[in-house]
């Protein structure tokens, strides 16, 4: 039998790709989820409500590894029912996840837990590292520390590494994430700086998170919290710049503060996921000779143009162009185009 991975979450974003990788890297994957909506047929499901313990916590014996990335989306108004589900989505799978593998007897041997890098107060003037980054205020840093608090006081065997994954923006070329959002809004004129502009963005291309998972888990002196990032920190005036340049958008127009929240309002969403500035700075992964494959923006989506979907980002002929853009409003490219 090969090395079990176990994914947490796994009909989400991240989820969906770390299965597909895992998949076709030919190790078995059980994917567990409150439902099948969403996963991507990679590995055997599991069902689970995310907060007791159940017939899922029998695939927990003797796995290699353990990734955590069940919780609510965060992409919506922060009103009372949604703010107690986001926190409570993220808490409780910890709290139950750690009970599971406290009561193995074959307990694991990694167990990674998403966090995120919303937890560093709000930086223009300096990068935020694992080491001496401060915490910031608000619900989404509330959010952040109780999730980390669960995961480490998590009453685990000295045999399971923990690691906490500070991650930033992921992107990869599907409808509803970062890159598609951006993409839309820039194609339609609207790729302007946001606000004043100076915020900085933490970004990270799908196969550096990937990869950023595999290099920590190689190595088992590896623990503690990670912020996964690339090494380039753009300001949010430079980001829509890259997607006008990438688009060939001849122009992007602006959006001051109030047509933001106009425009989250309409989208319902809030204006916090485009107006904090997050500069967390991967420490880390440099220090620790991690080599990014997409460590600059404009090369990043370059490539992400030309893989559309989880069939496309992972079908990569042996050479790809990005090619000559022209720019033309709502056109999406195909899946593998050149």
């Not at 989820?33 to 991507?40: E, K, T, Y």
Request: glycine share 10%.
């Amino acid at each position: 039998m090969n090395p079990q991975i176990v994914l947490f979450g796994a009909n989400g974003f991240l989820g969906r790709y770390l299965a597909r990788y895992y998949q076709l890297q030919g190790r078995e994957v059980v994917c567990v989820a409150r439902s099948r909506d969403g996963w991507s047929g990679d590995g055997m499901f599991l069902e689970w409500d995310g907060k007791t313990l159940g017939p899922w916590a029998l695939a927990l014996e003797g796995a290699e590894r353990v990734i955590n990335l069940a919780g609510r989306s965060v992409n919506c108004r922060y009103d009372e029912r949604n703010r107690r589900e986001i926190m409570d989505s993220r808490v409780a799978s910890t709290h139950v996840i750690g009970e599971a593998i406290a009561a193995c007897k074959v307990p694991p041997k990694l167990w990674m837990n998403s966090s995120t890098a919303t937890l560093y107060r709000h930086a223009e003037d300096c990068p935020q590292d694992e080491w001496t980054g401060e915490p910031g205020t608000g619900f989404s840093v509330g959010v952040a520390q109780a999730w980390e608090e669960a995961f480490f006081a998590a009453q685990v065997p000295g045999a399971t590494r923990k690691v906490a994954l500070r991650t930033s923006m992921v992107m990869a070329y599907e409808d509803g994430t970062v890159f598609e959002v951006l993409r839309h809004l820039t194609r339609r004129g609207l790729g302007g700086r946001m606000d004043a502009g100076n915020q900085r963005v933490s970004w990270i291309h799908m196969d550096d998170f990937i990869s950023a998972i595999e290099f920590i888990a190689a190595e088992p002196w590896r623990d503690g919290v990670y912020n996964i990032a690339a090494p380039e920190h753009p300001t949010n005036r430079e980001l829509m710049q890259a997607f006008r340049e990438q688009q060939g958008a001849p122009f992007g127009l602006p959006a001051s503060r109030w047509m933001l929240e106009i425009g989250a309002r309409v989208m319902k969403t809030e204006t916090e996921l485009v107006l904090k500035s997050r500069w967390a700075d991967p420490l880390r992964l440099r220090q620790e000779g991690f080599r990014w494959r997409w460590p600059k923006l404009d090369t990043a989506l370059a490539d992400l143009e030309g893989r559309y979907g989880l069939e496309g980002f992972f079908h990569q002929p042996d050479r790809r162009s990005a090619g000559v853009r022209v720019w033309t409003p709502g056109k999406k490219i195909a899946a593998g185009s050149r």
